[in-house]
């Protein structure tokens, strides 16, 4: 039986196609190009200017316009007499893993996409922190690796960062605040007491009505204004004993003067 001559040829050109949409594919995957590296645009490192020891330095990175990356390796180099590590203050862009290791002066920060997460594009930021532990001028540099998917790698470093580190002031401490001196109270003038009165004398029965200063000498008890002898010490019986003796005395001298005659 005869082929209808339509079919026939249908037949012989199907092994033509297939032959020619493999060759085409083959040729297509050939012609396309190897995944490109990691890149970005730019790249910045700042930090925190000026500080006083003791106080915390922020350290920020940025790269702008990445594509392709997939993992970035940050190395921070700085002096470890004027700065330090502070634990716990790193960040970076969400969805990935980070891990940090550090050294004597230096700090090395790894970023990761996790599983099948699209590798990273746009401007990225990361940041970690430091603390001036001294005074004096510290610079902050920084190497950068950028990694693809493919683990395909870029190199890049940003201009580094100066921290000015000021000592911290010492106030001066206080003398004692000398006490003030206390003011004496004005001393009131003596006041001198008006004379008093001389108590006038309780007048005595047969007296004068004075009463003579006691322990007075020679006084005589019983002396009367019409008695003034008494106040002398002779009494009445005193001047007659005297007469007494004086005629006595008178005698005597008369009888002696007859005698003589």
Not at 109 to 118: A, D, E, I, N
Not at 146 to 173: K, M, N
Not at 190 to 200: G, H, K, Y
Not at 237 to 242: G, K, N, R, S
Request: proline share 11%.
């Amino acid at each position: 039986m005869l082929e209808h001559p339509l079919k026939a040829r249908s037949r012989r050109r199907t092994p033509i196609l297939v032959a020619c949409g493999l060759s085409l594919g083959l040729t297509v995957l050939a012609a396309s190009p190897a995944s490109a590296e990691p890149t970005v645009t730019s790249t910045t490192l700042t930090a925190t200017p000026s500080v006083t020891v003791g106080d915390a330095v922020t350290v920020d990175l940025g790269l702008a316009g990445a594509t392709g990356v997939y993992a970035y390796e940050v190395t921070l180099t700085f002096d470890p007499e004027l700065l330090t590590y502070a634990p716990g203050t790193e960040t970076g862009p969400a969805g990935g893993f980070d891990t940090i290791k550090t050294g004597d002066g230096t700090l090395t920060l790894v970023h990761s996409r996790l599983g099948t997460s699209p590798s990273l594009t746009g401007d990225l930021t990361a940041a970690v922190g430091l603390t001036a532990v001294d005074d004096g001028d510290a610079t902050v540099s920084a190497a950068v690796t950028l990694v693809d998917s493919d683990g395909t790698s870029t190199q890049t470093s940003p201009a580094p960062a100066a921290v000015e580190i000021a000592a911290v002031a010492v106030e001066p401490t206080p003398g004692p605040t000398p006490e003030p001196t206390p003011t004496p109270d004005p001393t009131a003038a003596p006041t001198t007491p008006a004379p008093s009165a001389t108590p006038e004398a309780t007048p005595t029965p047969g007296g004068t009505g004075s009463t003579p200063p006691s322990g007075g000498a020679g006084t005589v008890p019983g002396a009367t204004p019409d008695n003034p002898l008494a106040s002398t010490g002779f009494g009445a019986a005193t001047l007659v004993l005297v007469a007494a003796a004086a005629t006595a005395a008178g005698v005597v001298l008369r009888r002696r003067s007859a005698g003589a005659r």
